[in-house]
């Protein structure tokens, strides 16, 4: 468990959503520590939350909704989120859960709520690999709210150092990928849409990931779970040749991130491992470009298997030097406490 408490001078930021979460839920948020996270901050009808924020946003927008709640996650077992679903089933909001077919904490924990309390669900099988979009959209009234990241909803996930991003203004991209995906869980061919800005998935990340860094004037700034992809890191190599200063903090736990790290540092790049404040993972996928110039925050592992085989979501956000700031402030502070790679205990 994570330890210290932050004030919830984080409400304010996050907006009137959470509000009253706590009473709306039935539960408390007394025991859960935010010290080790960023604040949360907000850029018009956008907000970067890190951590257990997230999960004060997830069940706010789950609590206040009138109209329905769509949920596409990979790891689902938290049971207070789950209490909250069926709570608002019981308010008369339609809620409908998408899950991928594999995980085991999802299918032994939230299929067997479900089940019992019969909220309607999908499984999404992927070929060769998993449904990994973290995603809920709610309906308040006639607004669209939205939230996609990296965060899983297991009953652990908050500890984890992690990132999403909640829109309370959301565009219908996110609500038509919902829909797209419960339609083909339940084995329907529909076309394959394309949805505009902020929302990239699947085969539409990898590029827009090697555009921005193509791009790059100053700096990068990234934090990774899982990152072995040869394109990215040659794009980040490139990026060096130019002069672009980058940073790059892994997760020690993935033994596949060792090759990553001795090949970064060999080619001048600024890497090292995230030290754990109490065991929790590094499980964030974010990559910050000139302070703010280009964001990314997602589920896809920077990885074969994350721009290729799985089902994915991100963000990509333009010009957003608020969230910039912040990102940019977290990889210098994990950075300092960070483990050197070559003297590393994990190794290279």
């Not at 998935?201 to 100053?218: G, K």
């Amino acid at each position: 468990m994570f330890k210290g408490v932050k004030s919830y001078r984080h409400l304010s930021a996050i907006g009137i959503l959470l509000v009253g979460v706590s009473m709306l839920s039935g539960c408390s948020f007394s025991n859960i520590t935010f010290s080790q996270v960023p604040n949360a901050v907000s850029d018009g009808s956008m907000t970067l939350l890190w951590g257990p924020e997230i999960k004060q946003q997830a069940l706010a927008m789950i609590d206040t909704s009138t109209k329905f709640v769509h949920l596409t996650m990979y790891e689902l077992g938290d049971r207070t989120i789950l209490r909250a679903l069926r709570q608002a089933q019981q308010r008369g909001v339609k809620v409908k859960v998408v899950v991928d077919a594999t995980e085991p904490h999802t299918t032994s924990v939230a299929i067997p709520y479900f089940q019992r309390y019969h909220i309607a669900y999908r499984l999404l099988k992927i070929a060769g690999g998993i449904s990994h979009i973290k995603s809920l959209v709610t309906e308040q009234g006639t607004q669209l709210r939205a939230m996609l990241g990296g965060m899983n909803f297991g009953e652990y996930s908050w500890q984890n150092h992690d990132a999403s991003v909640y829109f309370s203004h959301a565009s219908t991209g996110f609500e038509g990928l919902f829909q797209e995906d419960y339609a083909r869980a339940g084995g329907m061919e529909d076309p394959v849409l394309r949805f505009s800005m902020p929302l990239l998935y699947d085969d539409q990340i990898e590029p827009a990931m090697l555009f921005a860094i193509a791009h790059a004037r100053s700096s990068i700034a990234m934090e990774a779970f899982a990152f072995t992809s040869h394109t990215l890191i040659q794009a980040l190599e490139n990026a060096v040749s130019r002069g672009v200063h980058v940073t790059v903090i892994l997760d020690p736990h993935e033994p596949y991130n060792r090759y990553t790290a001795k090949r970064l540092r060999q080619n001048g790049i600024s890497v090292r491992y995230y030290t754990p404040y109490d065991g929790e993972y590094l499980h964030a996928k974010v990559i910050c470009i000139d302070g703010g110039r280009y964001i990314f925050v997602g589920s896809a592992n920077f990885s074969y298997h994350g721009f290729h085989v799985n089902h994915e979501g991100d963000v990509e956000l333009v010009s957003n030097p608020a969230f910039g700031s912040v990102i940019d402030q977290d990889v210098q502070n994990q950075w300092n406490r960070g483990q050197s790679v070559a003297n590393s205990s994990y190794g290279e």
